[in-house]
């Protein structure tokens, strides 16, 4: 079973920064992608961002002030927060998908609030 656990989040200005990041731990063998997504008050979840094979890509919403890096820590992913915007208030969440010692998997953290807000 793979967990993962996520940190960073908090309390940001309008135009201010937050890092996020998280850590993959268990029996994993292999990393497909790394990725991150959120969930507004009201609203579904939403892709934020995703890299594979040194790869990213990312939403509309977020391109050009956020950018996902892996590295530092095994298995770890981050995202960076740049020029935040209150409609980037949400909870935060990393995904992890890959392979372990019980097959392919698909997870996911317990999240992380992001509240933007003067």
């Known amino acids: 079973q793979v967990q993962l656990v996520e940190s960073g989040g908090g309390l940001a200005q309008p135009g201010g920064s937050l890092r996020l990041s998280c850590v993959a731990s268990?029996?994993?063998?292999?990393?497909?992608?790394m990725g991150w997504y959120r969930q507004a008050p009201g609203k579904e979840r939403e892709f934020v961002g995703i890299?594979?094979?040194?790869?990213?890509r990312y939403a509309d919403s977020v391109t050009g002030r956020f950018t996902i890096s892996t590295g530092n820590a095994k298995n770890s992913v981050y995202l960076q927060m740049n020029r935040l915007k209150p409609e980037d208030t949400a909870v935060y969440y990393c995904n992890v998908q890959g392979a372990g010692s019980s097959g392919d998997f698909d997870s996911w953290g317990q999240g992380t609030q992001v509240t933007v807000s003067s």
């Open positions: 268990g029996s994993i063998f292999s990393i497909y992608a």
């Open positions: 890299t594979s094979d040194g790869i990213a």
